[in-house]
């Protein structure tokens, strides 16, 4: 069964700081692969998806994601962290018609 | 104008009851989708419907009812309450499939006592 692992339940980062958050997913055909974010007490916001084509694909709020079909990993970075970019980060893929979400990693930065 | 609007937004209600949740999408979406959260924030899929028609429907148990009246509304009813039901709910909607983006409400906080 399709499956995404998201192996950090938290990160934290200083401001200014480059951060990344790790997703690895399993091998299934051609995954469609998402990040979404969790704000406090608010809905989830799409950031991402790759589909196909560029390795890097960029997103909202500054943030990009890295497949690497060898590693089987797509990390989401962003080269400068904000204090704002403090929430809730779900790795997901598709899987049978559906979204499978990764655990979530909590990711926090301090000023 | 909010995209997807779920309501209500905090529910808090005893074993046994009956209770509805409700969500409306005005993005002209034909896919609708209900997730839950639990309390250690995993989420995952419980039915969606596109245009009105139930197209996943995961193991819950059948005291769990979605109703699409439309394909602007999907709403989600629960008979006797359970204490396991306690959870955050979260409505969804995406143009066609689950491979587009999704758009969520701010979910509906469901406390069983």
């Known amino acids: 069964a399709q499956s995404v692992a998201q192996p950090e339940d938290q990160v934290n980062v200083a401001e200014g700081n480059p951060l990344t958050v790790k997703c690895t997913y399993s091998?299934?055909?051609?995954?469609?692969l998402f990040w979404y974010v969790q704000y406090p007490n608010r809905g989830l916001q799409f950031l991402l998806k790759?589909?196909?084509?560029?390795?890097l694909v960029k997103g909202s709020y500054g943030f990009e994601a890295e497949f690497n079909k060898s590693q089987t990993s797509f990390h989401l970075k962003k080269p400068s962290a904000l204090v704002s970019d403090s929430a809730l980060y779900f790795c997901?893929?598709?899987?049978?018609?559906?979204?499978?979400f990764g655990q979530g990693t909590e990711l926090s930065v301090k000023p | 104008d909010t995209a997807v609007s779920q309501t209500p937004k905090y529910l808090v209600t005893q074993m046994g009851n009956d209770k509805s949740i409700k969500c409306e999408q005005n993005?002209?979406?034909?896919?609708m989708y209900w997730y839950k959260q639990d309390s250690k924030k995993f989420l995952k899929i419980m039915f969606s419907?596109?245009?009105?028609?139930?197209?996943i429907n995961e193991t819950v148990p059948n005291r769990f009812s979605p109703k699409s009246p439309d394909k602007a509304h999907l709403n989600l009813h629960i008979n006797s309450l359970e204490l396991g039901d306690s959870a955050v709910y979260f409505c969804?909607?995406?143009?066609?499939?689950?491979?587009?983006?999704?758009?969520f409400g701010s979910g509906t906080q469901l406390s069983v006592l």
């Open positions: 969804a909607s995406s143009r066609q499939t689950a491979n587009e983006k999704l758009f």
């Open positions: 091998v299934s055909g051609n995954p469609y």
């Open positions: 997901v893929r598709d899987g049978g018609g559906k979204l499978i």
């Open positions: 419907y596109n245009n009105k028609e139930l197209i």
């Open positions: 790759y589909i196909t084509g560029d390795n």
């Open positions: 993005l002209g979406h034909d896919t």
